[in-house]
């Protein structure tokens, strides 16, 4: 799958794994090799330019998320979710998060 097939949001019967990704970049295909189990980064949705991949449980639990402009996958940005529902990561504005909506935020306010 190249970039142009990635859909703004999946579907919901078929999670779309970051090995199916041709231009997937190392980072992104190593992004839960620290986790149990290292899982395989699933594709989760776009935000406008952004696209937005998780590593990890798809509900609560350690996980790590990774975003970067389509246009230019090489220019990422990443977010730790800890099993309290803490987090932390540096949006595309350079501010630090704790959270993860606000990270989310930084992505869309960056387009």
Request: aromatic share 8%; charged share 25%.
């Amino acid at each position: 799958m190249h970039t142009a097939d990635l859909p703004a949001t999946p579907t919901r019967d078929r999670a779309i794994p970051a090995t199916a990704w041709v231009e997937a970049p190392d980072d992104l295909l190593a992004l839960g090799a620290d986790l149990p189990g290292a899982p395989v980064a699933r594709y989760l949705r776009r935000i406008g330019p952004w696209l937005l991949w998780r590593a990890g449980p798809p509900s609560k639990g350690d996980a790590r998320l990774w975003a970067a402009r389509a246009e230019d996958p090489a220019v990422a940005h990443t977010f730790r979710l800890f099993p309290d529902g803490t987090g932390a990561g540096t949006g595309p504005s350079g501010a630090s998060h704790d959270r993860f909506r606000t990270w989310k935020e930084d992505l869309r306010d960056a387009g």
